[in-house]
């Protein structure tokens, strides 16, 4: 099984800061078969980026996706008040597995 | 309007059986593959289960397989999770989830989520 490892738990920022989020995997995800997901509190998560970099229907462009191999990042280039929320990496080259989520709250 | 909508949560007690099903609309049904992921109390996301498109193929999770059967009625547009041998461990809010590619030959990416469905397992 991979292993979706992301850090920081938690990050403290403020609105117009820039937020860097990081997804590291136990083994390699070809193909860049990785996605990120938005949660917010009470509601079903959202599909951001898919095959790393790809940005999904309507999602702002503040919202990028990079990396490949072991090593992930999902970048929000200036948080907006509706950002702070929980992300979650996920890979599906072999099933499917979750990273732990990192929580983006205001600081 | 492309929406999954839930139902047959409820509670059941340690060893129990219970049936979810889930109600697609908006879209091409018979397109898509489609999946369960759950999310305990507090907790993050477990993918549980998932079935391509014609179901010829199915996948579960290590801590479901043998317990959870995935099944769809791609003239009714439904998606059901028939599950047994229910531990307090399963107690979850599940999630209907569509993948992203129309399809699709491979696991996908998950585009669309219903609102969940909660199963609690408790004596």
């Known amino acids: 099984e991979i292993v979706l490892t992301q850090s920081p738990g938690t990050l403290s920022l403020s609105p117009g800061e820039r937020a860097t989020l990081s997804c590291r995997a136990s083994?390699?995800?070809?193909?860049?078969?990785l996605a990120w997901y938005q949660q917010k509190p009470g509601q079903a998560p959202r599909l951001l980026i898919y095959a790393a970099s790809s940005r999904a229907t309507g999602i702002p462009d503040r919202f990028s996706g990079s990396g490949s191999g072991t090593d992930f990042t999902l970048t929000i280039s200036r948080l907006e008040p509706e950002d702070f929320a929980v992300y979650y990496c996920?890979?599906?080259?072999?099933?499917?597995?979750f990273g732990q989520g990192t929580k983006v709250e205001i600081k | 309007e492309v929406q999954l909508v839930e139902s047959g949560g409820g509670v059941v007690r340690p060893g129990g059986s219970l049936r979810l099903s889930c109600a697609a609309s908006g879209f091409t049904f018979d397109d898509f593959g489609m999946n369960w992921v759950r999310q305990a109390p507090g907790k993050g996301l477990e993918w549980v289960s998932g079935i391509n498109w014609n179901a010829g193929s199915t996948g579960y999770a290590d801590s479901v397989r043998g317990r959870f059967t995935i099944s769809r009625d791609n003239p009714k547009n439904s998606l059901y999770l028939h599950m047994h041998s229910l531990r307090a461990e399963d107690t979850a809010l599940y999630y209907c989830?569509?993948?992203?590619?129309?399809?699709?030959?491979?696991?996908?990416?998950?585009?669309?989520w219903g609102q969940g469905t909660m199963v609690t397992v408790s004596s």
């Open positions: 996920q890979q599906y080259v072999a099933s499917r597995t």
């Open positions: 989830v569509r993948d992203h590619s129309v399809l699709s030959s491979s696991d996908d990416a998950f585009a669309i």
């Open positions: 083994q390699s995800v070809s193909s860049s078969y």
